[in-house]
């Protein structure tokens, strides 16, 4: 680690320890490279998809009006208190994803709007993971994607159903890999070497932060005991979450299991499960690991029931029929969202907060379960670095430009990387 004297010093830098590499969030009592400010010295916009399959309630999926007087349809309802953080986008959609009528064939072009072939696989990169591949050199890792339902395998009428599984594309032929295990998601942030032991990750890198400790300012120093506390207790969950796997375990309703058992450190329980990845992509953005991060809530024809939210029947079912059950499953997963804002608001930086220099959309495959892509729910949340204003809902049903590959672009330019053309779009939204 350099001297306390040294100017180089970056207000974002690393502990070391054996087998970790661990960033720090950011600190204004560290010193500036340069005299002179510049993009370096300022906080990074990150970019966050998050994606639930089989879309929402149809009847209960709206907002109308601006600002704190900007009302919410019942499955938003748990965005309230983010409401002048929120823009909601209504009408928007992929053309190439009406050209077929089951859950694969409206969702492998999610964030590529590229044409999907319906015998084999192939569809095009999305954008996630052409950021990634263009300015993800920025961070030690360029993309962070993660999952909280396994892929569905095989063919439905004849097309592949690996559709359904992934938004995150690397090439036309290979979805990006979607890791669902918290415990190897959190060790791709910070483990070094495959040897993993049983050492903590904050005991690794103590030598390190001592030192780094006495260079702070009161502020910066109660920043910091946060931080190295927040991964602690993260660490903590995940090695709690596996060891309750061990020793009380899934406890299926058969004799013997009809399915393969689920990987160590998964939690059992749903709502931890999902709590615990927003958490660790929280902790991505904290420590600047990624910039660009991309988190699949559930599949497109989820077999998840979500019991915890007075479900009775699988999500996929549910999504079709639209009970009033649908609205507290909705309901779930906009809290999600919620406490996602809650924890990234909760983060300094500078004169933001991390929720301010972040763009998070949360999209959909179709507006309801009914195979209805002609239009798709789609809420902005964050602000973007200061490029996005919330408290809004826009309206783009009957606009003559509705591509969601034109909010991409814009997504894509607030996050670092302008491109005149991508997928079936050569112009940004208009309005946002």
């Given at each position: 680690m350099p001297s306390p004297n040294a100017s180089t010093v970056s207000r974002r830098t690393l502990l070391h320890g054996l087998g970790v590499s661990m960033t720090l969030?950011?600190?204004?009592?560290?010193?500036?490279?340069?005299?002179?400010?510049?993009?370096?010295?300022?906080?990074?916009?990150?970019?966050?998809?998050?994606?639930?399959?089989?879309?929402?309630?149809?009847?209960?999926?709206?907002?109308?009006?601006?600002g704190a007087?900007?009302?919410?349809?019942?499955?938003?309802?748990?965005?309230?208190?983010?409401?002048?953080?929120?823009?909601?986008?209504?009408?928007?959609?992929?053309?190439?994803?009406?050209n077929g009528v089951i859950h694969c064939m409206q969702t492998g072009n999610m964030l590529s709007g590229a044409p999907m072939s319906k015998t084999e696989v192939h569809t095009g990169v999305s954008f996630d993971q052409?950021?990634?591949?263009?300015?993800?050199?920025?961070?030690?890792?360029?993309?962070?994607?993660?999952?909280?339902?396994?892929?569905?395998?095989?063919?439905?009428?004849?097309?592949?159903?690996?559709?359904?599984?992934?938004?995150?594309?690397?090439?036309?032929?290979?979805?990006t890999w979607t890791e669902t295990r918290p415990a190897l998601a959190f060790d791709r942030l910070f483990r070094t070497k495959p040897d993993r032991g049983d050492r903590r990750i904050v005991d690794a890198v103590?030598?390190?932060?001592?030192?780094?400790?006495?260079?702070?300012?009161?502020?910066?120093?109660?920043?910091?005991?946060?931080?190295?506390?927040?991964?602690?207790?993260?660490?903590?969950?995940?090695?709690?979450?596996?060891?309750?796997?061990?020793?009380?375990?899934?406890?299926?309703?058969?004799?013997?299991?009809?399915?393969?058992r689920p990987a160590d450190g998964i939690p059992s329980e749903i709502p931890d499960y999902w709590k615990l990845m927003n958490d660790i992509v929280l902790l991505a953005f904290r420590t600047d690991s990624t910039?660009?991060?991309?988190?699949?809530?559930c599949n497109d024809g989820s077999i998840l029931t979500h019991a915890h939210a007075g479900a009775?029947?699988?999500?996929?079912?549910?999504?079709?029929?639209?009970?009033?059950?649908?609205?507290?499953?909705?309901?779930?997963?906009?809290?999600?969202?919620?406490?996602?804002?809650q924890r990234m608001a909760e983060v300094k930086e500078g004169d933001r907060t991390l929720l301010d220099n972040t763009a998070i959309m949360h999209c959909?495959?179709?507006?309801?379960?009914?195979?209805?892509?002609?239009?798709?729910?789609?809420?902005?949340?964050?602000?973007?670095?200061?490029?996005?204003?919330?408290?809004?809902?826009?309206?783009?049903?009957?606009a003559p430009n509705r591509r969601m590959c034109s909010l991409f672009l814009s997504l894509m330019e607030w996050g670092g990387l302008e491109l005149d053309r991508f997928g079936d779009s050569a112009e940004r939204l208009t309005g946002i």
């Open positions: 969030p950011w600190l204004e009592s560290l010193p500036r490279a340069a005299a002179a400010p510049s993009a370096a010295d300022q906080p990074p916009t990150r970019t966050l998809v998050i994606f639930t399959g089989m879309g929402f309630h149809s009847d209960h999926w709206w907002a109308k009006g601006e007087d900007m009302e919410l349809g019942p499955c938003l309802k748990p965005l309230e208190p983010w409401k002048q953080q929120l823009v909601f986008l209504r009408g928007l959609w992929n053309e190439q994803a009406n052409l950021m990634a591949q263009r300015i993800g050199d920025r961070t030690r890792i360029p993309s962070l994607v993660l999952g909280c339902e396994g892929p569905i395998p095989g063919l439905q009428d004849g097309h592949p159903l690996l559709y359904s599984s992934h938004i995150s594309w690397s090439t036309a032929v290979s979805p103590l030598e390190d932060a001592r030192s780094l400790r006495q260079r702070l300012s009161v502020s910066d120093r109660q920043r910091f005991e946060e931080y190295l506390g927040s991964v602690h207790e993260i660490e903590g969950r995940i090695k709690r979450a596996g060891q309750e796997r061990e020793t009380d375990g899934w406890k299926p309703s058969l004799t013997a299991p009809d399915r393969p910039r660009i991060a991309t988190l699949k809530y009775k029947d699988q999500h996929h079912q549910m999504a079709h029929t639209q009970p009033q059950e649908l609205v507290g499953v909705n309901q779930f997963f906009t809290s999600q969202l919620a406490y996602l804002c959909s495959s179709m507006i309801h379960g009914n195979h209805d892509a002609k239009q798709l729910p789609v809420v902005l949340l964050g602000g973007a670095g200061g490029k996005l204003r919330g408290g809004r809902a826009l309206d783009y049903l009957d």
